[in-house]
């Protein structure tokens, strides 16, 4: 038949595209230093597999697998279901590795195996002891953003800042290092391990409490410390040799991490690392994130005699783009995504890693739909602009770019002080896309993420450091729609055209949720309304819903099981902080879908 036909070709196509894809990452890993390791490379190589959070090195958050699409997803089913005990937001996205699923949960952080021969039955789990939560104060929740699984063992952060290898079959302890944070100052840590040789690299999270931010590598066999480098502070401490070299002219300063900041507010201006990594096996540099300056409240970081002073005191590196070596962890290139950052733009999200052709030639390329509202293409050796940034909300900080000296242009409307409140509206409020897992297919060429259209006014407050509490010193008023008339959309980018090619506007709330896609032309991910659905990659019709009564904070992935068969799974899940469903609450409101509990989902085909 013509469908069959179709079928058939759209099969062919998919495989070729990512045979190609795979090609190239494994190309890669044989040049240059050729650092990355072998065993999680080798993993990523199979399609059926998934050893770490986003899937690959290249953070595309992307499946191979092609036997559901968009011919048959409508008949996807729910397989199985395992309750996972906690009442709180999941964020890190579970994964597979042979016959067994992992899945790590916040706090009390416990780790589970469960069998996939014999689906949802329990293997083994584990609940460390954390001496140290009471004292673990994390913004926004108790989560963990992941775990990562190489050479037979599984690596992962507690809450309370400890780190953790375990026998992957067994779940016995091989290695525990007992405390990488300082927590007398709140330091935790959150983010997904990212495994490179023999290096296990994290980063701390607090940037809400006047944390200075840094990267760490530990030993994989041992869990002893290897170095740490800073994102703010002396050379010595941010890991800045003759190896640095920016592509701009405003990066090419002296002590960067001191000079652009008034006085010494270098010690607790933030810029934690607390997102997601991704790596190039070919030059062995790793890229993430940091997170907002500290405090949101710009007066404490720049000369008040010469404020904004935008040039002078850009504060780096905080909100700002990181490369580093990956062996060393020297620094060799960074880039202010937001310089002197008051409006929280953490930009800990994740940074895509392709080769596009550009004007006709292929380029080493970093894509990233940062939190302030634009939409970045860099090269990914250099730190150049190959697009000017287009925004893909609402973007009011900003008016666009000086191309020449790689900078935003600030508005003068959206800047604050103690006491004046910022002119006009700031928009994005917080986020125009936030921590959320997002992708990339190399099928399609497009790049998937939920933007946000949010508004707000802020204004400065006076305050002193005390280690441990809130540094924040800003407060915000007149929040706010942004216009166009929606909040939420998942949105469809062309990383070549700089250009977006589709949006799905949310139907209630914003929709702000990770969302992974896959060789079949899915995009997987949940909404506001308690629905898991399946969206048509290449235009946004969404072709099957599963409503889940949850919520959704963790990526889906997508995985082989055992009998050969395709499956996605799932985890829904809510703290029990959310505002309690009145009598006169709108059938579709919703609060109605978010109620406390989490639940792990397993769809499959008849």
């Known amino acids: 038949s013509a469908k069959g036909r179709d079928l058939f070709k759209m099969r062919f196509t998919l495989k070729r595209a990512w045979r190609l894809a795979l090609a ?22 199979d399609p059926g597999q998934v050893a770490m959070a986003n899937v690959n090195y290249q953070g595309w958050n992307f499946s191979p697998l092609d036997r559901i699409n968009t011919y048959n997803v409508r008949n996807l089913q729910v397989k199985w279901t395992f309750q996972l005990g906690v009442t709180d937001s999941l964020e890190a996205p579970p994964l597979v590795v042979g016959d067994t699923m992992y899945v790590l949960t916040p706090k009390p952080n416990t780790l589970y195996a469960i069998d996939l021969v014999n689906p949802g039955v329990l293997k083994w789990s584990f609940r460390p002891d954390m001496p140290g939560l009471e004292q673990a104060k994390a913004c926004c929740g108790a989560q963990t953003r992941g775990l990562t699984y190489a050479e ?27 405390s990488v944070v300082d927590l007398s100052i709140t330091e935790t840590t959150t983010n997904a391990p990212l495994v490179v040789g023999d290096n296990v690299i994290i980063g701390n999270e607090g ?15 041992t869990g002893e410390l290897k170095w740490k480098c800073y994102s703010t502070g002396p050379n010595d401490d941010m890991c800045i040799t003759d190896r640095f070299q920016p592509f701009y002219a405003v990066d090419q300063v002296p002590e960067p991490g001191v000079s652009t900041w008034f006085g010494d507010s270098w010690l607790r201006g933030a810029g934690t690392a607390w997102g997601y990594f991704t790596y190039d096996p070919e030059s062995n540099l790793f890229y993430y994130g940091t997170s907002n300056c500290g405090p949101w409240n710009a007066d404490y970081r720049r000369d008040p005699a010469t404020a904004p002073g935008f040039d002078e005191y850009p504060n780096k590196y905080c909100a700002s783009l990181l490369a580093r070596d990956a062996t060393t962890g020297e620094l060799v290139w960074a ?4 310089p002197q950052d008051q409006w929280d733009y953490d930009d800990i999200g994740q940074n895509f890693l392709i080769d596009l052709v550009i004007n006709g030639e292929l380029r080493k390329t970093l894509v990233k739909p ?5 939409f970045y293409v860099f090269d990914r050796l250099t730190g150049e602009l190959l697009h000017e940034p287009k925004p893909y909300t609402t973007v009011t900080w900003a008016s666009g770019f000086d191309m020449e000296r790689g900078v935003p242009i600030i508005n003068d409307d959206a800047v604050f002080y103690t006491d004046i409140p910022s002119p006009g509206l700031v928009c994005p409020l917080i986020a125009g896309n936030n921590w959320y897992n997002d992708a990339y297919s190399p099928v399609t060429g497009l790049v998937y993420f939920q933007a946000e259209n949010r508004c707000a006014r802020f204004v400065g407050i006076e305050g002193e450091y005390v280690p441990g509490e809130s540094y924040n010193l800003t407060q915000r008023t007149d929040t706010q729609d942004g216009p166009g008339g929606w909040v939420g959309e998942l949105q469809a980018w062309d990383p070549v055209r700089n250009e977006k090619v589709w949006g799905l506007k949310a139907s209630i709330g ?6 992974m896609v896959t060789a079949g032309n899915l995009v997987f991910g949940g909404t506001d309304a308690g629905l898991f659905r399946a969206v048509d990659a290449r235009n946004g019709e969404v072709l099957w819903t599963f409503r889940t009564g949850g919520d959704f904070r963790g990526s889906p992935i997508s995985f082989l099981g055992p009998d050969g068969r395709q499956y996605v799974a799932v985890v829904t899940s809510r703290a029990p902080s959310d505002p309690q469903v009145g009598q006169d609450t709108a059938a579709d409101n919703a609060a109605r879908y978010r109620r406390a509990g989490t639940t792990l989902y397993v769809f499959g085909l008849p």
């Open 24 to 45: 190239g990452v494994t190309a890669a890993a044989l040049l240059g230093t050729a650092m990355a390791n072998d065993d999680l490379l080798r993993i990523q190589q």
């Open 152 to 178: 037979g063992k599984l690596f992962f952060n507690t809450l309370d800042g400890q780190l953790f290898a375990l026998d992957a079959n067994t779940g016995e302890v091989v290695w525990h290092n007992p």
């Open 207 to 221: 940037g809400e409490r006047g944390v200075r931010g840094w990267v760490a590598a530990f030993d994989i066999d």
């Open 335 to 338: 880039y202010s995504l937001t």
């Open 370 to 374: 940062a939190r302030n509202g634009f």
């Open 510 to 515: 914003m929709d702000n949720k990770p969302v």
